[in-house]
Antibody, heavy 120, light 109 residues
Framework: EVQLVESGGGLVQPGGSLRLSCAAS????????MHWVRQAPGKGLVWVSR????????SYADSVKGRFTISRDNAKNTLYLQMNSLRAEDTAVYYC?????????????WGQGTLVTVSS | EIVLTQSPGTLSLSPGERATLSCRAS???????LAWYQQKPGQAPRLLIY???SRATGIPDRFSGSGSGTDFTLTISRLEPEDFAVYYC??????????FGGGTKVEIK
């Protein structure tokens, strides 16, 4: 069974940093691109970032470019999101997600999310 | 960046009725890489439809997707009580970012 478990969320002051982790199990982690998606309280889904299977290629939403860094450790089956220079508008539940096994499919597997609150 | 506009914002219907949700893209979505998700309060999104019209594993056949280019539709043929939720479309065919629409809430009338 595919499992994605996020951790690392919490309360941080504006301008601070936080690193989120997503522990993956139940599949060959090193074979899949991975994504981060966030959702501010009461708002819609926003795609944040993605990383290819070996970590050599990354992409970001404009709103986080230059502040957030996605990375992965395939030996530890773990995805990361390093968040620096945090702003109040970064407050959200952060989900890690993976596409389904079928080519061309959407994000078929999601974690339960971890809440990041940026506030003084 | 491809902007996805979903309409209506809220759909008020009764169980057993048909729901038709729209997702319009600001430019053509390549290879119909358009997905639909369902989200209930306090839960992660669930993939319903990918490739504009293919149902994900385990999704009932009352859910169907259609469309191409810039206009896409999610149809729920007969609403069940568990279908009242928020629905999002997402495009993932172009260069990043992979954008989501703003969502349509399907509520009980």
């Amino acid at each position: 069974e595919v499992q994605l478990v996020e951790s690392g969320g919490g309360l941080v002051q504006p301008g601070g940093s936080l690193r989120l982790s997503c522990a993956a199990s139940g599949f060959t982690f090193s074979s899949y691109w991975m994504h981060w998606v966030r959702q501010a309280p009461g708002k819609g889904l926003v795609w944040v970032s993605r990383i290819n299977s070996d970590g050599s290629s990354t992409s970001y939403a404009d709103s986080v470019k230059g502040r957030f860094t996605i990375s992965r450790d395939n030996a530890k089956n773990t995805l990361y999101l390093q968040m620096n220079s945090l702003r109040a508008e970064d407050t959200a539940v952060y989900y890690c997600a993976r596409r389904g096994a079928v080519a061309g499919t959407g994000l078929g597997y999601w974690g339960q999310g971890t809440l990041v609150t940026v506030s003084s | 960046e491809i902007v996805l506009t979903q309409s209506p914002g809220t759909l008020s219907l009764s169980p057993g009725e048909r729901a038709t949700l729209s997702c319009r893209a600001s430019q053509s979505v390549s290879s119909s890489y358009l997905a639909w998700y369902q989200q209930k309060p306090g839960q992660a999104p669930r993939l319903l439809i990918y490739g504009a019209s293919s149902r994900a594993t385990g999704i009932p056949d009352r859910f169907s997707g259609s469309g191409s280019g810039t206009d896409f539709t999610l149809t729920i043929s007969r609403l069940e009580p568990e279908d009242f939720a928020v629905y999002y479309c997402q495009q993932y065919g172009s260069s990043p970012p992979e954008t989501f629409g703003g969502g349509t809430k399907v509520e009980i009338k």
